[in-house]
């Protein structure tokens, strides 16, 4: 990795997370509009894609990038060994127009198929979730560690729903078996917070189906604060564990197990 990466990175993701902040309090009324008739997107999301893109293209030509609002196609994605940067510009779109706070610009920096380098900036809080691998996890300046909660029924589980409503039972089973057992729920809104909140002790636990951008930056944060990262189910042959997007898990070491027997257990309890 390029010695400059970790820090660019950082002031990238803080830039545009000032970018998205200013804009939400500048504009009367952000302007909208619903991907696929169902996935909200503001003017904000593609002015900070096309602002981090901007960047990157300038200060490291040549790099492949996955972008979720201007380059989204997985094609090739696994063939791919060299530099790739994989970023959401506003993950947690429906609370940022909602005006909440939990919201975050993710930026991963991944070579021959393993994240090195990941940031994930709250502006709305001033917080930056960062990580190079074998460095440790980074909230702003301090060092961050996973929860040590051994429990089930101590535990405070994050998750989160899709948007295009299919086949709602399963998520539903796991639901009312993770409520049941665990000490209570969260559905906050940004995955990528979601999994750092986990990886500085906020959360116990988290599961849920993802997109690469939407956990790309807060799976290192999280591995290297501690947390297990895995899936609750077996990750397809050919297919890189660390760009997975199904079956999402990530806990402590104690916890985890716990979580992934719980989940199967709802799935097997079901007909789908
Ligand atoms: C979404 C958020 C949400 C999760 C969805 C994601 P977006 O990302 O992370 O928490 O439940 O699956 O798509 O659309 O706000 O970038
Ligand atoms: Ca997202
Ligand atoms: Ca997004």
């Given at each position: 990795m390029h010695p400059d990466i970790p820090a660019f990175t950082r002031t990238l993701a803080e830039a545009a997370g000032e970018l998205i902040r200013r804009e939400r309090l500048a504009v009367q009324g952000l302007s909208t509009t619903y991907k696929g008739g169902a996935e909200l997107v503001t003017h904000a999301d593609l002015k900070a894609d096309q602002f981090i893109c901007d960047a990157i293209r300038e200060r490291f030509p040549g790099h492949r990038i996955l972008a979720e609002e201007s380059a989204p196609t997985m094609q090739d994605l696994s063939a791919w060994q060299g530099p790739l940067w994989i970023i959401d510009p506003i993950d947690g779109t429906v609370n940022y127009a909602q005006g909440h706070f939990q919201s975050a610009v993710s930026i991963a920096y991944a070579e021959q198929g393993r994240v090195l380098c990941g940031v994930v900036c709250n502006p709305f809080v001033n917080e930056t979730f960062h990580a190079v691998v074998g460095g440790g996890a980074w909230l702003n300046d301090s060092p961050i560690k996973v929860a040590t909660k051994t429990q089930l029924r101590r535990a405070i589980v994050a998750t989160g729903f899709p948007?295009?409503?299919?086949?709602m039972r399963p998520i539903v089973r796991r639901l009312a078996l993770v409520l049941q057992e665990c000490a209570d729920i969260r559905r906050l809104g940004a995955a990528s917070l979601d999994i750092c909140w986990v990886a500085m002790g906020r959360l116990d636990g988290y599961y849920e189906n993802l997109s690469l951008w939407d956990f790309a930056a807060a799976q290192l944060i999280a591995r290297e604060a501690g947390a297990r990262y895995g899936h609750f189910k077996p990750v397809p042959e050919g297919v890189s564990p660390e760009f997975h997007d199904q079956n999402i898990l990530v806990a402590n070491a104690a916890l985890f197990p716990q979580l992934h027997d719980l989940l199967n257990r709802a799935d097997a309890g079901g007909d789908s």
């Open positions: 948007y295009i409503k299919g086949d």
